[in-house]
């Protein structure tokens, strides 16, 4: 019975979750369709989007609840087995379930509120039943932390104390209110100890708010000035593209692409893995996809091609954080949307521009130094067939074509961000679903986009908690702090980016690039105007440190990825990504450097 219920429970989850993601994907395009047949428009398409981001939000936020697939610091993993990591892990989730329903009441007020003088959808629909997805969603997600506490009830019974406990906080006179600051340091140690990211920073900005004597409400209230902008909704929809993509074949159509044009020049195999795994990159936003996915494919091609076991481990594992800062990825798109300001906007187009080159440049100098050690040591290369080359590159050509739509349309003028993830995502399933035929539409493509919803719920949960806090610390005056320390310890534009590169890299060595983006960019890009920064400028040189973050010892994420695909050591592993780390480091600060390589594009193309 037990079984049943939760099997009920997790398939109407999938079915509103995969609509939500189709609705999310219809919507933009019936726009940009009606605008090419004579000015045709959906009314009130722009608040249905965002009621529809509210439901991927917090519906996929539940998925990646019940699958375990929260962003998360990977310190719980020493603690261990034992004793005390199985207390851990109950503390961790007690704290997850109490700060989860606390947001949960947060929320339901907010819809409350909503409800006095309530916004109207297309025909005639209010909007405040649709937004009940928000408490509704955290609530059930605190009985799922609690649930999933421990396999005995004791655990479970802790974890589940853990939510009045939260509530009996609220009881305390305001006089002593002012307190809350172990509340903050709990939700710290929580996520240290494995809770997820958002709740640590869910966490602090509840009890700041409460030490305040601000209601809990204003940290959901933060949501709606999330869902506004007009760029949030491509996230969900440009991680669908990649997951489709990453559960085809296409990686292999694009390995044979590449190797057929290029296996046959000096080092040509090693620039061909840093190509096909830098496009690869570009689409799933994230290296992790990439090594797992392309790693087992391209290392014993360049082992039989002569190439030895480090440089082809260092490789593989260098060429998996390419790609991040070249359209469509995700993090360019993320940190447009969070590092902009009520002030200033860091545009996610000119972003786009603005790390073409200095993206290019990255792959440039991998592959570069793929051909130096090509021509020492590999002695025979394959020929090169023309036949083969056009046969390749017509099994390939539906994912070619992809990036080409996705520039095409920008380049036009004709699509917005929005649109064009759409676009993306709808030409990712008609070639792959209906075309290649490599995913069914109907037995396997739910369970893509199942995937895709999940990870982006862990990050939109994320941001939008994230919100919450960064309003207390803009009403704090944090950022202003700490823009007048700087400005009195640091009066050199070159020891500033210098500081900035190494506080970076050691940060995105530690940090999710998601969490990193979400924790860091709102306190970071308000400096860059103070020493003369241009801000898409800051942007580039921000998303390129944590991409090169990927490689950095002792924690960083592909080290870690790499070694367990392959089977490697980490000590050994170090060796090999050395090289690799000293050549994308002088790429690095070349990027920061010379800022033509990021402003030469945007500014040639400036109307």
Same mark, same amino acid.
């Given at each position: ?14 079915? !509103? ?9 219809? @919507?933009?395009? =019936? ?34 609840? %019940? ?7 990977? %310190? /719980? ?14 503390? /961790? ?17 907010? =819809? ?19 937004? @009940? ?15 999933? &506490? ?5 655990? +479970?019974? =802790? ?6 406990? &939260?509530?009996?906080?609220?009881? $305390? ?21 494995? /809770? ?34 007009? %760029? ?26 590449? +190797? ?122 394959? /020929? ?75 990050? @939109? ?11 207390? @610390? ?23 980016? !210098?500081?900035?590169?190494?506080? !970076? ?66 000590? +050994?592993?170090?060796?090999? $990504? ?5 050549? !994308? ?23």
């Amino acid at each position: 019975m037990r079984k049943t219920l939760a099997g009920l429970f997790q398939g109407a989850q999938g079915v !509103l979750l995969v609509a939500s993601f189709l609705l999310a994907m219809a @919507l933009p395009l =019936v726009d940009t369709f009606g605008r090419v047949l004579g000015g045709f428009h959906l009314p009130g398409t722009a608040d249905l989007v965002q009621i529809v981001t509210l439901w991927l939000t917090f519906g996929g936020a539940l998925a990646a609840t %019940t699958q375990g697939h929260h962003l998360t610091l990977s %310190t /719980a993993a020493w603690l261990g087995e034992g004793r005390i990591g199985r207390l851990a892990r109950v503390l /961790a989730a007690a704290a997850a379930a109490a700060v989860a329903a606390v947001l949960a009441y947060a929320s339901t007020n907010v =819809v409350l509120a909503n409800r006095v003088e309530p916004r109207m959808l297309a025909l005639g629909i209010p909007a405040w039943p649709l937004e @009940l997805v928000m408490p509704l969603a955290l609530a059930a997600m605190a009985l799922v932390f609690a649930w999933r &506490a421990s396999t005995g009830w004791r655990g +479970r019974a =802790v974890a589940l104390l853990a939510i009045p406990a &939260a509530f009996a906080v609220g009881l $305390v006179p305001a006089e002593h209110a002012a307190r809350a600051w172990p509340l903050a340091v709990a939700a710290f140690l929580a996520v240290l100890m494995g /809770a997820p990211v958002f709740v640590g920073m869910g966490g602090i900005a509840l009890s700041m708010f409460f030490a305040q004597g601000t209601p809990v409400a204003a940290v959901s209230a933060e949501i709606y000035r999330l869902v506004a902008s007009p %760029t949030l909704p491509a996230i969900p929809l440009l991680a669908g593209t990649g997951y489709v993509l990453a559960e085809s074949l296409a990686a292999e159509r694009l390995v044979r692409f590449f +190797r057929s044009w290029l296996g046959s020049m000096p080092g040509g195999m090693a620039v061909m893995v840093a190509a096909v795994c830098a496009l690869f990159t570009t689409f799933t936003g994230g290296s992790g996809v990439t090594i797992i996915a392309l790693g087992g494919l391209v290392y014993p091609m360049l082992r039989k091609d002569g190439y030895s076991e480090g440089f082809s481990l260092g490789l593989v594992t260098a060429s998996g954080a390419l790609g991040l800062l070249l359209p469509p990825s995700l993090p360019v798109i993320l940190y447009s949307v969070v590092a902009s300001s009520r002030e200033s906007t860091v545009p996610a187009d000119q972003l786009y521009l603005a790390g073409l080159l200095p993206g290019l440049l990255l792959i440039a100098l991998t592959a570069g130094y793929g051909i130096l050690i090509g021509k020492r040591t590999v002695k025979a290369r394959q /020929a090169f067939s023309l036949r083969e080359a056009v046969r390749a590159t017509w099994q390939a050509k539906w994912e070619l074509g992809l990036p080409v739509v996705i520039i095409a349309l920008f380049a036009s003028g004709r699509a917005t961000m929005l649109e064009t993830a759409a676009a993306a995502l709808a030409y990712a399933i008609i070639a792959e679903c209906l075309i290649t035929r490599d995913i069914h539409p109907v037995r396997k493509l739910p369970g893509v986009l199942l995937k895709a919803s999940a990870l982006m719920g862990a990050v @939109l949960i994320l941001l939008a908690v994230a919100m919450g806090l960064t309003s207390y @610390l803009v009403d704090a005056q944090v950022p202003d702090a700490i823009l007048a320390w700087t400005q009195a310890h640091v009066h050199s534009r070159v020891l500033f980016l !210098l500081a900035l590169n190494g506080l !970076l890299l050691i940060l995105g060595s530690v940090l999710e690039i998601y969490s990193a983006i979400i924790v860091l960019a709102p306190i970071i890009a308000p400096l860059g105007p103070t020493f003369g920064i241009n801000p898409v400028h800051l942007g580039i040189i921000f998303l390129a440190n944590l991409e090169l973050g990927f490689l950095l010892p002792p924690v960083g994420l592909n080290l870690f990825l790499a070694s367990s695909r392959f089977g490697v050591p980490l000590s +050994r592993l170090y060796r090999h $990504v050395l090289p690799f780390l000293v050549i !994308l480091g002088a790429g690095l600060l070349a990027i920061t450097y010379i800022p033509a390589l990021s402003l030469a594009i945007p500014g040639w193309l400036k109307p």
